[in-house]
C-alpha cells in the first residue's frame, strides 16, 4: 500500500509477500510435510535387500498428495489472490499432476528402482537434498529466510524438485508423470528469479539432469534385467 498525494494506492501483493503470508497463516504445516519427507528419504535410500512393494509405492504416494495440497490450498486459495486465472488454472495443473502421481504409485507404475544406475542415483539424490535443505539454506542467503521462503511440501518450486529426483530414481517412468515437473519448469523459473527467488534456477538444473538420466538410462540395458536373463540362460537344461 502507497499514500500519494492523500489518496491511499493498494499495490498488488508481492510474491515473496504472499509465501510470509502464506506461511504464517499455515505454520505448523511445513513441519508435517518435512515428517513426510522421511518415508520419502528411507524409501530411495540403497535397501541392503530388495524393498518391499509398499516401500517402493511410498514416494509417489507423499508427493502425490503433496502436490494435490498445493494446487488445492497454495495455487487455489493463496495464488489466486495475485492472478485469479492463472492461479486456478495452476490448481487444476497440480491436482491433476498430484492424482497422477498417486495413481501411478498405487498401480505400481512408478516404483523407486532397485537397481538405479550410478548417475540416476547421483542426480536422484541431490535433487531431493537440494529441495530439502540446499534450497531454504540458498533462499536465507539471498535475503528471504522466514517467514518469505518457499519451502518442500508447502511451496511449488521445492517440491518439483523432488518430484524430478523421484522420477529419476523410479522404474518405470510414465511421460505423463513429467509433464506437470517440465511445465511448472518453463513457467515458473523466470517469473521466479526476476523476483529474487534465485534457488529456483535449480528447477532448470535438475530438470535437465533428470531428463539426460533418463534418456541415458532408455538406451541402456538395465542391471536387474541383465541379470535375470543370465539366470534364465543358466537355468536352460544342457543339450550338448
Known amino acids: 500500500m502507497i499514500i500519494s498525494q492523500g489518496v491511499t494506492v493498494e499495490q498488488p501483493e508481492t510474491l515473496l509477500e504472499l509465501f510470509s503470508r502464506y506461511n504464517l497463516d499455515l505454520w505448523p504445516a511445513h513441519v508435517v510435510t518435512y515428517l513426510l ?19 517402493r509405492r511410498l514416494p509417489a504416494l507423499v508427493l502425490g498428495i503433496l502436490l494435490v495440497w498445493l494446487g488445492v490450498v497454495f495455487q487455489g486459495l493463496y495464488a489466486t489472490d495475485i492472478n ?18 498417486i495413481a501411478a504409485g498405487i498401480r505400481g507404475q512408478l516404483l523407486v528402482d532397485t537397481a538405479p544406475s550410478p548417475f540416476s542415483r547421483l542426480v536422484g539424490l541431490t535433487a531431493i537434498g537440494y529441495a530439502l535443505l540446499v534450497y531454504p539454506i540458498l533462499g536465507q542467503a539471498f535475503g528471504h529466510g522466514w517467514p518469505e521462503s ?23 517412468r510414465p511421460r505423463h508423470l513429467w509433464v506437470l515437473p517440465i511445465a511448472w519448469t518453463l513457467l515458473a523459473t523466470l517469473p521466479a528469479v526476476d523476483r529474487g527467488v534465485w534457488e529456483d534456477i535449480g ?21 536387474e534385467d541383465g541379470a535375470a536373463a543370465g539366470d534364465a540362460h543358466r537355468a536352460l537344461p544342457r543339450t550338448m
Open 84 to 101: 485469479r486465472p492463472l492461479g486456478f488454472a495452476y490448481a487444476v495443473l497440480f491436482v491433476s499432476g498430484g492424482l497422477a502421481m
Open 150 to 172: 518457499p519451502l518442500f511440501g508447502m511451496a511449488p518450486c521445492p517440491t518439483v524438485i523432488a518430484v524430478f529426483g523421484v522420477l529419476v530414481l523410479s522404474h518405470p
Open 37 to 55: 519427507a522421511i518415508p520419502l528419504l528411507w524409501a530411495v535410500a540403497a535397501p541392503a535387500s530388495p524393498p518391499s512393494s509398499l516401500r
Open 203 to 223: 528447477m532448470v538444473v535438475f530438470g535437465a539432469l533428470a531428463v539426460v538420466a533418463a534418456h541415458l538410462d532408455s538406451r541402456s540395458p538395465r542391471v
